[in-house]
């Protein structure tokens, strides 16, 4: 690959391989828009990716941007604290879910060819864009989505510090003032009252 795109290198190519049999015809095959990454052979579009990928995970001020943030964003008013904090939840459950996906990319690296593990329908697809990336681009996004995590992660971390009176909203202690007790005989479910010590009886 270095031979092809060195100067006259297309040429000399197709003269070694006339050699051992194998025919190339002259003449430009372009069926996407060259980008810099048309200029990388895949050894070293894969090693610009782990090496960014390592630049994400030890380099990004994942703290220093969410801190900031946050300050900016938050004005102090606990409802809506907590709204972005559901956010930042729900976020975080999106890019895991979409990372997942990306990790089961089994688009050809090299002279790697490993069993497909996602349904043909989607896998055409990312192998299409690692093609068009020469497998830089999937690593790459992954590296991004582990800064943007550790980017939620850190904002979640600086709103329980600064508001530790917010709750998680999936947990049954979101309400405080009902906290479940035991099943009565008649399914009756008996809840005490944090802010009272009476008790009440609701229907299921």
Excluded: W
């Amino acid at each position: 690959m270095f031979k092809a795109k060195s100067k006259n290198g297309g040429k000399s190519l197709r003269e070694s391989l006339e050699k051992i049999g194998l025919n190339l015809p002259a003449g430009r095959r372009k069926a996407a828009n060259v980008t810099l990454l048309t200029s990388l052979v895949e050894g070293e579009a894969i090693h610009l990716a782990r090496d960014f990928g390592y630049a994400c995970e030890t380099e990004f001020p994942s703290r220093q941007v969410a801190e900031y943030v946050c300050r900016s964003q938050c004005s102090g008013d606990l409802l809506e604290m907590q709204r972005r904090k559901e956010m930042l939840i729900a976020a975080k459950q999106v890019i895991k879910e979409f990372t997942a996906l990306l990790n089961q990319d089994r688009s050809p690296l090299c002279n790697s060819r490993e069993p497909p593990i996602l349904e043909p329908n989607i896998q055409r697809h990312l192998t299409h864009f690692s093609l068009l990336t020469h497998g830089f681009g999937s690593p790459a996004i992954c590296s991004a989505m582990s800064a943007l995590t550790s980017y939620v992660s850190e904002s979640l971390k600086y709103l329980d510090r600064h508001f530790p009176s917010m709750q998680s909203p999936h947990s049954s202690s979101a309400l405080p003032h009902l906290v479940p007790q035991a099943i009565g005989s008649k399914g009756e479910v008996k809840v005490v009252s944090t802010s009272d010590t009476s008790s009440a009886l609701i229907k299921s």
